[in-house]
Protein backbone atom coordinates (compact mmCIF):
# COMPACT_ATOMS: atom_id res chain seq x y z
CA UNK A 1 0.00 0.00 0.00
CA UNK A 2 1.09 3.43 -0.98
CA UNK A 3 0.85 6.75 0.72
CA UNK A 4 1.18 10.02 -0.98
CA UNK A 5 2.61 12.88 1.24
CA UNK A 6 1.17 16.01 -0.31
CA UNK A 7 1.00 19.89 1.15
CA UNK A 8 -1.53 18.95 4.10
CA UNK A 9 0.50 16.34 5.32
CA UNK A 10 4.36 18.04 4.92
CA UNK A 11 2.49 20.99 6.26
CA UNK A 12 0.92 19.12 9.65
CA UNK A 13 3.95 17.38 10.13
CA UNK A 14 5.75 20.98 10.30
CA UNK A 15 3.52 22.82 12.14
CA UNK A 16 5.42 23.85 15.61
CA UNK A 17 8.48 23.51 14.22
CA UNK A 18 10.01 27.18 14.39
CA UNK A 19 11.58 29.41 12.25
CA UNK A 20 14.06 31.61 14.26
CA UNK A 21 16.97 33.86 14.06
CA UNK A 22 19.61 32.59 16.36
CA UNK A 23 17.43 29.79 17.67
CA UNK A 24 15.15 27.03 17.34
CA UNK A 25 12.03 28.04 18.48
CA UNK A 26 10.45 30.89 16.58
CA UNK A 27 7.46 30.57 14.71
CA UNK A 28 5.96 27.93 11.97
CA UNK A 29 6.00 27.61 8.66
CA UNK A 30 4.34 25.35 5.60
CA UNK A 31 6.32 23.98 2.78
CA UNK A 32 4.92 21.17 -0.20
CA UNK A 33 6.07 18.49 -0.84
CA UNK A 34 4.99 15.07 -2.88
CA UNK A 35 6.74 11.67 -2.23
CA UNK A 36 5.09 8.43 -2.30
CA UNK A 37 6.26 5.24 0.42
CA UNK A 38 5.52 1.49 0.55
CA UNK A 39 3.55 0.86 3.86
CA UNK A 40 6.07 0.00 6.71
CA UNK A 41 9.08 1.92 4.87
CA UNK A 42 11.29 3.37 7.00
CA UNK A 43 12.71 6.89 6.08
CA UNK A 44 16.19 6.89 4.43
CA UNK A 45 18.32 9.44 4.32
CA UNK A 46 17.73 10.27 0.86
CA UNK A 47 13.96 10.14 1.70
CA UNK A 48 14.71 12.94 4.51
CA UNK A 49 16.84 14.75 1.33
CA UNK A 50 13.49 15.00 -0.09
CA UNK A 51 11.90 16.75 2.76
CA UNK A 52 14.89 18.78 3.54
CA UNK A 53 15.03 20.05 -0.43
CA UNK A 54 10.95 20.98 -0.11
CA UNK A 55 12.53 22.90 3.08
CA UNK A 56 15.31 24.99 1.78
CA UNK A 57 12.67 25.68 -1.62
CA UNK A 58 10.39 27.73 0.69
CA UNK A 59 9.17 30.85 -1.80
CA UNK A 60 11.25 34.01 -2.02
CA UNK A 61 13.58 32.80 0.58
CA UNK A 62 17.32 32.10 -0.70
CA UNK A 63 20.48 30.29 0.98
CA UNK A 64 23.83 31.79 0.71
CA UNK A 65 26.53 29.78 2.74
CA UNK A 66 25.08 29.68 6.16
CA UNK A 67 23.26 32.89 5.58
CA UNK A 68 19.62 33.05 4.74
CA UNK A 69 17.78 36.12 3.24
CA UNK A 70 14.50 37.34 1.90
CA UNK A 71 13.56 38.00 -2.06
CA UNK A 72 10.32 39.06 -3.39
CA UNK A 73 8.82 37.48 -6.72
CA UNK A 74 11.70 38.84 -8.87
CA UNK A 75 15.73 39.43 -8.43
CA UNK A 76 14.86 43.21 -8.84
CA UNK A 77 12.08 43.30 -6.53
CA UNK A 78 13.06 44.63 -3.17
CA UNK A 79 9.23 45.21 -2.18
CA UNK A 80 8.63 41.83 -0.66
CA UNK A 81 7.73 41.98 2.94
CA UNK A 82 8.24 39.41 5.85
CA UNK A 83 5.41 38.98 8.21
CA UNK A 84 5.67 36.73 11.87
CA UNK A 85 1.83 36.55 13.10
CA UNK A 86 0.37 37.90 9.97
CA UNK A 87 -0.44 36.70 6.28
CA UNK A 88 -0.32 40.52 5.13
CA UNK A 89 2.50 41.95 6.77
CA UNK A 90 2.42 45.63 5.91
CA UNK A 91 6.05 46.72 6.72
CA UNK A 92 9.36 44.93 5.78
CA UNK A 93 9.26 42.87 8.62
CA UNK A 94 5.87 42.85 10.17
CA UNK A 95 5.48 40.53 13.43
CA UNK A 96 1.79 40.76 15.40
CA UNK A 97 1.22 39.13 18.97
CA UNK A 98 -2.19 38.05 19.64
CA UNK A 99 -1.11 36.02 23.04
CA UNK A 100 0.99 37.00 26.00
CA UNK A 101 4.49 36.10 25.24
CA UNK A 102 7.11 38.37 24.13
CA UNK A 103 7.41 39.55 20.87
CA UNK A 104 11.03 40.34 20.35
CA UNK A 105 13.73 38.86 22.07
CA UNK A 106 17.70 39.84 21.39
CA UNK A 107 20.45 37.44 22.63
CA UNK A 108 24.18 37.90 23.28
CA UNK A 109 24.81 34.03 23.70
CA UNK A 110 22.82 33.31 25.91
CA UNK A 111 22.56 36.91 27.68
CA UNK A 112 19.21 38.76 27.06
CA UNK A 113 20.19 42.22 25.96
CA UNK A 114 16.64 43.79 24.22
CA UNK A 115 13.37 42.70 24.87
CA UNK A 116 9.79 44.14 23.78
CA UNK A 117 6.94 42.55 25.74
CA UNK A 118 3.40 42.07 24.91
CA UNK A 119 1.98 45.39 25.96
CA UNK A 120 4.74 47.31 24.29
CA UNK A 121 7.13 48.20 26.39
CA UNK A 122 11.44 48.02 25.32
CA UNK A 123 13.80 46.93 27.87
CA UNK A 124 17.48 47.58 27.04
CA UNK A 125 19.78 45.34 29.63
CA UNK A 126 16.97 44.56 31.22
CA UNK A 127 14.04 41.39 30.87
CA UNK A 128 10.80 43.18 32.24
CA UNK A 129 10.83 46.60 31.35
CA UNK A 130 8.22 48.44 33.35
CA UNK A 131 7.74 51.43 31.35
CA UNK A 132 7.56 52.10 27.58
CA UNK A 133 11.38 52.61 27.47
CA UNK A 134 13.37 50.76 30.30
CA UNK A 135 17.09 51.12 30.36
CA UNK A 136 19.88 49.59 32.16
CA UNK A 137 23.37 50.81 31.42
CA UNK A 138 24.62 54.41 30.36
CA UNK A 139 22.68 56.44 27.60
CA UNK A 140 25.25 58.06 25.08
CA UNK A 141 23.07 60.64 22.74
CA UNK A 142 24.42 63.80 20.75
CA UNK A 143 21.04 65.38 21.23
CA UNK A 144 17.49 65.28 22.74
CA UNK A 145 14.52 67.04 21.19
CA UNK A 146 11.80 68.45 23.02
CA UNK A 147 12.12 71.06 26.23
CA UNK A 148 11.37 67.92 29.05
CA UNK A 149 8.44 69.86 30.55
CA UNK A 150 6.69 66.61 30.71
CA UNK A 151 9.78 64.65 32.50
CA UNK A 152 9.26 63.94 36.00
CA UNK A 153 11.49 61.68 38.58
CA UNK A 154 14.66 63.02 37.07
CA UNK A 155 17.28 62.29 39.88
CA UNK A 156 21.40 61.44 39.76
CA UNK A 157 23.30 61.35 41.99
CA UNK A 158 24.91 65.15 42.00
CA UNK A 159 21.49 67.07 41.70
CA UNK A 160 18.56 67.21 43.78
CA UNK A 161 14.59 68.48 43.32
CA UNK A 162 12.38 70.43 45.82
CA UNK A 163 9.20 71.32 44.40
CA UNK A 164 10.19 73.87 41.73
CA UNK A 165 14.05 74.34 42.25
CA UNK A 166 16.81 72.22 41.81
CA UNK A 167 20.05 72.30 43.68
CA UNK A 168 23.05 70.97 44.17
CA UNK A 169 25.42 70.78 47.49
CA UNK A 170 28.18 68.42 47.17
CA UNK A 171 30.53 70.52 45.71
CA UNK A 172 31.53 72.97 43.14
CA UNK A 173 30.19 73.54 39.91
CA UNK A 174 32.08 74.36 36.36
CA UNK A 175 30.75 75.89 33.41
CA UNK A 176 33.36 75.72 30.50
CA UNK A 177 35.91 74.08 32.83
CA UNK A 178 35.77 70.84 34.16
CA UNK A 179 38.01 71.38 37.36
CA UNK A 180 35.68 74.64 39.11
CA UNK A 181 37.76 76.04 42.14
CA UNK A 182 34.55 77.93 43.63
CA UNK A 183 30.91 77.30 44.19
CA UNK A 184 30.27 78.45 40.84
CA UNK A 185 33.29 78.35 38.51
CA UNK A 186 32.73 80.03 34.57
CA UNK A 187 35.16 80.19 32.30
CA UNK A 188 34.64 81.09 28.51
CA UNK A 189 36.88 82.04 25.85
CA UNK A 190 34.48 84.23 24.03
CA UNK A 191 31.39 86.36 24.84
CA UNK A 192 30.05 87.37 28.02
CA UNK A 193 30.77 84.73 30.71
CA UNK A 194 27.59 85.64 33.54
CA UNK A 195 24.75 87.44 32.65
CA UNK A 196 21.53 88.08 34.74
CA UNK A 197 18.60 90.23 33.14
CA UNK A 198 15.21 90.94 34.30
CA UNK A 199 12.31 93.13 32.40
CA UNK A 200 11.41 95.93 34.92
CA UNK A 201 14.16 95.71 37.27
CA UNK A 202 17.56 93.94 37.48
CA UNK A 203 18.08 91.92 40.90
CA UNK A 204 21.85 90.82 41.58
CA UNK A 205 22.59 89.70 44.69
CA UNK A 206 25.59 87.90 46.64
CA UNK A 207 24.76 86.85 50.43
CA UNK A 208 27.73 85.46 52.83
CA UNK A 209 26.36 83.93 56.21
CA UNK A 210 29.95 83.84 57.11
CA UNK A 211 32.79 86.68 58.51
CA UNK A 212 33.46 87.60 54.97
CA UNK A 213 31.70 87.89 52.23
CA UNK A 214 33.93 88.44 48.37
CA UNK A 215 32.87 88.65 45.22
CA UNK A 216 35.60 89.18 42.60
CA UNK A 217 35.31 90.03 38.26
CA UNK A 218 38.60 88.80 36.98
CA UNK A 219 39.65 89.53 33.19
CA UNK A 220 43.47 88.37 32.85
CA UNK A 221 45.43 90.65 35.18
CA UNK A 222 42.20 93.36 35.68
CA UNK A 223 39.79 92.41 38.90
CA UNK A 224 37.32 94.32 40.96
CA UNK A 225 37.14 93.11 44.38
CA UNK A 226 34.01 93.50 46.64
CA UNK A 227 34.62 92.38 50.22
CA UNK A 228 31.64 94.08 52.52
CA UNK A 229 33.03 95.69 56.08
CA UNK A 230 36.94 95.41 54.04
CA UNK A 231 38.19 97.23 51.23
CA UNK A 232 37.32 97.31 47.73
CA UNK A 233 39.18 97.56 45.06
CA UNK A 234 39.53 97.83 40.75
CA UNK A 235 43.32 96.45 40.25
CA UNK A 236 44.86 96.93 37.16
CA UNK A 237 42.09 98.49 35.18
CA UNK A 238 40.08 101.50 34.69
CA UNK A 239 36.22 102.21 35.99
CA UNK A 240 33.42 104.43 33.91
CA UNK A 241 30.24 105.38 35.88
CA UNK A 242 27.66 106.19 34.18
CA UNK A 243 29.42 105.75 31.05
CA UNK A 244 30.59 102.87 28.82
CA UNK A 245 34.17 103.22 28.53
CA UNK A 246 36.58 104.93 31.09
CA UNK A 247 39.27 105.81 28.08
CA UNK A 248 42.28 105.83 29.54
CA UNK A 249 41.30 107.40 33.31
CA UNK A 250 41.54 105.38 35.70
CA UNK A 251 38.14 106.87 37.19
CA UNK A 252 35.64 108.23 34.29
CA UNK A 253 32.10 109.95 36.14
CA UNK A 254 29.64 111.53 34.02
CA UNK A 255 28.02 112.91 36.26
CA UNK A 256 28.29 114.75 39.86
CA UNK A 257 30.28 113.24 42.61
CA UNK A 258 29.07 113.63 46.15
CA UNK A 259 31.08 112.60 49.17
CA UNK A 260 30.58 113.72 52.60
CA UNK A 261 34.36 113.61 54.03
CA UNK A 262 36.07 115.41 51.24
CA UNK A 263 38.37 113.88 48.74
CA UNK A 264 41.68 113.87 49.68
CA UNK A 265 45.17 114.65 47.55
CA UNK A 266 48.68 113.33 47.94
CA UNK A 267 50.11 116.09 49.20
CA UNK A 268 52.82 115.23 52.25
CA UNK A 269 55.79 117.34 52.13
CA UNK A 270 57.83 114.18 52.03
CA UNK A 271 56.48 113.25 48.70
CA UNK A 272 57.85 116.03 47.13
CA UNK A 273 61.09 117.66 45.94
CA UNK A 274 62.09 121.28 44.25
CA UNK A 275 59.89 122.82 46.18
CA UNK A 276 58.89 126.73 45.09
CA UNK A 277 56.36 129.52 45.77
CA UNK A 278 54.55 130.70 43.29
CA UNK A 279 55.36 134.01 41.43
CA UNK A 280 53.15 136.70 40.40
CA UNK A 281 49.87 134.65 40.95
CA UNK A 282 47.34 137.91 41.20
CA UNK A 283 48.77 138.68 37.94
CA UNK A 284 47.95 135.26 36.67
CA UNK A 285 44.63 135.36 37.99
CA UNK A 286 44.07 138.28 36.28
CA UNK A 287 44.77 137.23 33.33
CA UNK A 288 42.28 134.63 33.45
CA UNK A 289 38.60 134.36 31.94
CA UNK A 290 35.55 132.80 33.82
CA UNK A 291 32.93 132.13 30.97
CA UNK A 292 29.56 130.36 30.69
CA UNK A 293 28.93 127.77 27.96
CA UNK A 294 27.15 125.01 26.69
CA UNK A 295 28.29 121.56 26.01
CA UNK A 296 27.93 120.19 22.20
CA UNK A 297 26.32 116.90 23.71
CA UNK A 298 24.95 116.03 20.92
CA UNK A 299 28.64 116.09 18.89
CA UNK A 300 30.22 114.16 21.52
CA UNK A 301 27.58 112.06 22.46
CA UNK A 302 30.93 109.59 23.96
CA UNK A 303 31.80 112.40 26.23
CA UNK A 304 28.28 112.43 28.38
CA UNK A 305 28.08 115.90 28.83
CA UNK A 306 25.57 117.56 30.57
CA UNK A 307 23.22 119.85 28.67
CA UNK A 308 22.51 122.63 30.88
CA UNK A 309 24.80 126.10 30.84
CA UNK A 310 28.10 125.68 32.44
CA UNK A 311 30.44 128.01 33.73
CA UNK A 312 34.26 127.38 33.99
CA UNK A 313 37.64 128.32 32.12
CA UNK A 314 38.73 127.73 28.65
CA UNK A 315 41.99 125.11 28.72
CA UNK A 316 43.50 126.57 25.61
CA UNK A 317 43.49 129.85 27.46
CA UNK A 318 44.63 128.62 30.70
CA UNK A 319 47.63 126.94 28.80
CA UNK A 320 49.35 129.79 27.75
CA UNK A 321 48.86 131.34 31.47
CA UNK A 322 48.95 128.74 34.18
CA UNK A 323 50.41 125.36 31.95
CA UNK A 324 50.69 123.53 34.83
CA UNK A 325 47.28 123.21 35.35
CA UNK A 326 46.35 121.76 31.67
CA UNK A 327 47.23 117.84 29.88
CA UNK A 328 46.08 116.57 27.00
CA UNK A 329 44.31 113.24 25.91
CA UNK A 330 43.43 111.87 23.09
CA UNK A 331 43.73 115.22 20.77
CA UNK A 332 41.59 117.34 23.89
CA UNK A 333 43.15 119.25 26.34
CA UNK A 334 41.82 119.03 30.40
CA UNK A 335 42.01 121.55 32.64
CA UNK A 336 42.88 120.62 36.45
CA UNK A 337 40.80 122.38 38.31
CA UNK A 338 41.29 121.24 41.55
CA UNK A 339 44.87 122.45 41.00
CA UNK A 340 43.71 126.64 40.78
CA UNK A 341 43.47 126.43 44.68
CA UNK A 342 46.99 127.07 44.66
CA UNK A 343 47.30 129.79 42.50
CA UNK A 344 44.20 131.27 44.29
CA UNK A 345 45.52 131.37 47.54
CA UNK A 346 48.55 132.80 46.93
CA UNK A 347 46.61 135.35 44.57
CA UNK A 348 44.93 136.46 47.80
CA UNK A 349 47.77 136.80 49.71
CA UNK A 350 49.08 139.14 47.08
CA UNK A 351 46.22 140.95 47.23
CA UNK A 352 46.64 141.45 50.56
CA UNK A 353 50.50 142.56 51.01
CA UNK A 354 48.87 145.42 48.13
CA UNK A 355 46.30 146.27 50.40
CA UNK A 356 48.41 146.15 53.31
CA UNK A 357 50.49 148.70 51.53
CA UNK A 358 48.45 150.55 50.52
CA UNK A 359 46.52 150.78 53.82
CA UNK A 360 50.29 151.87 55.36
CA UNK A 361 50.36 154.68 53.07
CA UNK A 362 47.03 155.86 53.55
CA UNK A 363 48.14 156.10 57.05
CA UNK A 364 50.97 157.98 56.60
CA UNK A 365 49.96 160.45 54.88
CA UNK A 366 46.78 161.57 57.59
Known amino acids: MRHSIVNSCVKAFLVGISFGLGTI????????????????????????????????????????????????????????????????????????????????????????????????????????????????????????????????????????????????????????????????????????????????????????????????????????????????YLEDGNLAINATSAGTYELFISGDMYTSAGCDGCSDVRWKSNIKPIEKALDKVNKLVGVTFYWKSKEYPDRFFHTGREIGLIAQDVEKIIPELVYQDEGYKFLRYEKLTAILVEAVKELKNENDELRTKIKSLE
Not at 45 to 51: Q, Y
Not at 100 to 126: A, H, K, Q, R, W
Not at 132 to 157: E, P, Q, R, W, Y
Open 25 to 232: TSVAIAVTVSATFESGDILTASNMNIIKTAVESIPHWEKSSVDAYFKSNTDDDNTGKVGIGTDTPIARLDVRNTGTEDILNLYDDTSEVMTVLDGGNVGIGITNPTTKLDISGTVNATAFVGDGSGLTGISTNLWSQSSGNIYYNSGNVGIGIASPSNALHIDTDYGIAFKISQQGNINFTFENNGSSGIFEIIDNSSKIHFEPGMDS
